[in-house]
């Protein structure tokens, strides 16, 4: 698809991906400020969550930090896995991802005992995507605090 088809997400973006054994569906939802407090109806059957900070956008770093702070300090989302995508890698003033750590350290402790892990990719050449996704599948599969669904596994 071409870059310049991609709009802003305003509604919910459904896909559905195979990765190996397992079958992932992705709901996109919009990062905007004003669409945010839309996130939380999405937690409880939710399996993973994949949280996309542009890596060239220094001005909304803390408001992506505040916002990922919500994301991690809430109950429905318990021992469920993030994967952090710091996207945008391909543009050569980017953050780099210590940056981004140093930016969101506050977060740190409410992570608690799930599995999380920043990935640096771009979407744009692909380069780090399916590194975090296929961490992404490893981590909902073995996780007995919200096992996947089994019809979902082959
Ligand atoms: N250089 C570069 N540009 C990217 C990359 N990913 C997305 N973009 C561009 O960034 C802009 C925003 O991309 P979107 O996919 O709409 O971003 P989004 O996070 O889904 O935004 P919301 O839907 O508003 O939450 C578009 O112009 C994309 O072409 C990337 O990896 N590298
Ligand atoms: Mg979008």
Redesign the pocket.
Known sequence: MS??K????VGLNIGTVDVGKARLMFW?????EE?QSLWDKYYAECHGVIY?I?S?DEERLSESKEAFEKVVSSEALDGVPILVLA?????ETCLSIPDIKTAFSDCTCKIGRRDCLTQA?????GKGVREGIEWMVKCVVRNVHRPPRQRDIT
Do not use: E, R
Request: net charge negative.
């Open positions: 870059l310049s991609i709009t802003t997400t996109d939802l919009g990062g905007q669409l996309v542009d060239t996207n945008k890698q391909d543009v990719c771009s979407a744009l050449t």
